[in-house]
């Protein structure tokens, strides 16, 4: 077990804090320098990020890449999140992390993580300008996936159970909440 990590007073965190940290196992995000531990996800969560990351890699194109977390995508100094699955620029990648705002972030709810994915993540993506947020439930289930118009995020498409929805944004690709989650 590793040791407490010392952080600075007076200050926010940073990025290099949340590098500096020594890696423990646990999910930790950055929002306005505040440090965020996120619970492990369960099954049926990974099991949407597992099918998500298998249909988006099918019809990537090569200038972007698909990964699931954990990926530090660094929107500040101050703001660092882990998107259950990223959507990048292949330049963005650097060996520590994406920089800058993905082309697409996609949450999968949970009970622990819902109010934070619905509306921080949301409002803090859009703030920086990324492109795509999109957001599974998988208990209802449902997609929602928002496009970003005139700096604001605005609904292209909403699966529903079994529903398929077929988007153009970040690329085409076909959809169902229910195929994700059975």
């Not at 290099?16 to 320098?33: C, I, S, T």
């Not at 890699?57 to 954990?70: I, M, S, Y």
């Not at 609904?155 to 909440?177: N, Y």
Request: glycine share 6%; with cysteine; proline share 9%.
């Amino acid at each position: 077990m590793g040791g407490v990590p010392t952080f600075p007073h007076g200050r926010p965190l940073t990025w290099a804090d949340l590098e500096a940290m020594p890696d423990d196992g646990h999910r930790f995000e950055l929002v306005d320098g505040v440090l965020v531990m996120s619970p492990s996800p369960r099954p049926v969560h990974q099991r949407v990020v597992a099918r998500l990351l298998v249909a988006l890699t099918a019809v990537c194109p090569p200038e972007l890449e698909v990964l699931p977390a954990p990926v530090d995508v660094v929107l500040a100094d101050d703001t660092v999140f882990i998107p259950d699955l990223v959507v990048g620029r292949r330049e963005q990648f650097t060996k520590q992390a994406l920089m800058g705002p993905p082309v697409l972030a996609v949450e999968v709810l949970s009970p622990r993580t819902r109010h934070v994915d619905l509306e921080l993540k949301r409002a803090k993506f859009q703030e920086v300008g990324c492109e795509n947020y999109w957001m599974i439930d998988y208990d209802a289930p449902w997609l929602r996936c928002l496009h970003l118009e005139n700096g604001v995020y605005v609904e292209q498409a909403r699966s529903e159970g079994d529903e398929i929805i077929e988007l153009q944004f970040p690329f085409a690709v076909k959809l169902s909440a229910q195929g994700l989650v059975r």
